[in-house]
């Protein structure tokens, strides 16, 4: 045991000293089990994120907008996805996206979130890609500032297949058309063992990575993520970061116009996923121990290549993402105003958050708080009792 801590503590010491962490590293942190090693993990965590961007914890104003949930594929972690014609299945038209536009707009939203399911259906004159100009068109037209966060690489590798064209036409058509930035998700874990087992039908890791790689050369911001646990193994959520740390390493050195914005972990939630893979987690909620130790790590490992880093309270709950802020995170999320995937999983963090609540959520903390962008860009100085504004 004296030798394990002492091992540990050495690793904890090339952090301090600016060390990058191997995988081999980054397994072993996150395998600890030890609370006393686990707190001195979390302190560096919190030592790492103070240094890289300060004490204030953002927070966006957005609207999030799932216009389908007509599907093709089958995830076995998905209790959203629905067939045409089933119970339960929606298609938003453009005026149900513009009505969920204006009354977020009228709440202070600077940002629209849209993803939907595969529809093989959603198609105007026979081309997927002029679908999902028009969405975006639609909105741009109606909102000229308002920041369109949208469709993952696995909707941009759909648009792709259906219309028989490149990846970066779609992502060049969709910029065009007004897309500011693209989400991250899909990723789930970021290896083809694991991804053959929760999301067959999905894209492989290689593309997924390939997808945004080239959405940062052709200037367009992106998110990052990571579905945890699950049927994962530690060394398997480490490859994962690795991967995109390497990918973030390849804007930043080759000088592409965009990179990736920030890291999200969304613990895996099983209380109405499908049975199969429900039978095999056995766990209805996600583990708020488990997540907060692969938060501090992913801190820690990710190092200076990803410094903004947000929990999920639809998935952990206010207050699990509040103790988050404590593990490593400095943005507590958006006001979301409305989500289906998670919550028809059976997550119990709900669906919206007043601006008010997360401020006070973050105040509870002594820390200050602060609104921005999707690119973490300041959008205002909201007044707070610290005093404190950070700088971009």
């Not at 890289?52 to 209790?79: L, S």
């Not at 993803?115 to 037209?141: D, V």
């Not at 897309?179 to 899909?186: C, I, K, N, Q, R």
């Not at 050195?253 to 039978?279: C, H, M, Q, S």
């Amino acid at each position: 045991m004296v030798n394990q801590i002492k091992t540990i503590k050495n690793i904890l010491e090339d952090v301090e000293n600016d060390r990058e962490l191997s995988e081999t590293d980054g397994v072993r942190l996150l395998s600890q089990t030890d609370e006393t090693i686990i707190e001195e993990i979390r302190q560096i965590a919190d030592k790492l994120r103070q240094k890289q961007v300060g004490n204030t914890v953002t927070y966006i104003i957005n609207r999030n907008i799932n216009f389908t949930n007509i599907c093709e594929q089958h995830c076995n972690f998905c209790a959203f996805r629905r067939d045409a014609g089933d119970d339960g299945a929606f298609w938003l038209n453009t005026e149900q996206i513009i009505q969920k536009a204006t009354d977020a707009v009228k709440k202070g939203a600077t940002e629209i979130c849209m993803q939907g399911g595969l529809n093989p259906e959603a198609k105007i004159r026979g081309s997927s890609l002029q679908y999902y100009q028009q969405l975006i068109i639609s909105l741009k037209q109606t909102f000229p500032t308002l920041h369109i966060h949208a469709f993952s690489p696995q909707e941009i590798q759909f648009i792709a297949r259906e219309d028989k064209i490149s990846y970066a036409e779609v992502i060049m058509a969709l910029k065009k058309a007004g897309l500011g930035s693209m989400p991250g998700t899909a990723a789930e874990v970021l290896d083809d063992q694991v991804r053959r087992i929760i999301c067959p039908e999905k894209i492989n890791s290689q593309t997924w990575l390939e997808i945004v790689s080239l959405a940062h050369s052709l200037g367009l911001y992106t998110t990052s993520t990571l579905l945890s646990g699950h049927i994962e193994t530690p060394q398997q959520q480490i490859h994962h970061l690795s991967q995109l740390r390497h990918l973030q390493k390849i804007a930043i050195e080759n000088n592409y116009p965009a990179k990736i914005t920030e890291f999200i972990i969304l613990p895996f939630v099983g209380k109405d996923a499908p049975l199969a893979l429900r039978n095999r987690v056995k766990r209805e909620q996600p583990s708020l121990k488990d997540t907060l130790l692969l938060t501090a790590v992913s801190r820690i490992f990710l190092g200076k290549w990803i410094p903004n880093h947000q929990p999920s309270w639809v998935k952990l709950g206010l207050n699990g993402a509040t103790e988050a802020l404590r593990w490593g995170c400095n943005d507590i999320g958006g006001t979301l105003m409305e989500e289906h995937i998670t919550t028809m999983a059976g997550a119990m963090g709900g669906t919206c958050m007043k601006v008010e609540t997360l401020q006070q959520a973050i105040a509870s903390l002594q820390r200050p708080y602060e609104q921005r962008s999707t690119l973490y860009e300041r959008v205002n100085y909201p007044r707070t009792s610290l005093r404190y504004v950070r700088g971009f």
